[in-house]
């Protein structure tokens, strides 16, 4: 498979080859949509964010760590969990729920990266909904 672009690369499509340099060439591509979040409720920073490349003739689904966007959080991180709770509203629990969480819970900040995420310039990063 023929190299896309040249020097390194932060993600490369499974699916096409086409290949991104850096996390914020990739989230605003107007070809890359947010389609969800593996929560791994034991180790926050190793659930995945889930992407959906639409270009024509692909449609490979990516996964990148949380942790590769954890910077890009400036708020508080709680240190409770209050998943299960009868006010949860439970997102984490739907892997295609990208709705933010207004409760003070530890997955809260990766809610908050989603939405920084969907509000990228330009196309990419939207999963068509919004926030």
Same mark, same amino acid.
């Given at each position: 498979m023929k190299r896309e672009t040249e020097g390194p690369v932060f993600k490369r499509c499974s699916g096409c080859g086409k290949e991104w340099r850096t996390r914020e060439e990739l989230v605003r591509d107007p070809e890359i949509r947010l389609a969800g979040y593996q929560a791994n409720f034991t180790n926050l920073e190793e659930g995945f964010f889930m992407f959906n490349h639409v270009r024509t003739g692909?449609?490979?689904? %990516?996964?990148?760590?949380?942790?590769? =966007?954890?910077?890009?959080?400036?708020?508080?991180? =709680?240190?409770?969990?209050?998943?299960?709770?009868?006010?949860?509203?439970?997102?984490? %629990?739907?892997?295609?729920?990208?709705?933010?969480?207004?409760?003070?819970?530890e997955c809260r900040y990766v809610r908050d990266v989603m939405q920084k995420i969907r509000l990228q310039p330009g196309a990419g990063g939207r999963d068509g909904a919004g926030p």
């Open positions: 692909c449609h490979t689904t %990516l996964g990148l760590s949380v942790r590769t =966007f954890s910077d890009m959080h400036d708020g508080p991180v =709680f240190e409770t969990r209050t998943g299960r709770s009868p006010d949860c509203p439970e997102h984490c %629990l739907h892997e295609d729920d990208l709705d933010p969480c207004p409760r003070s819970c």
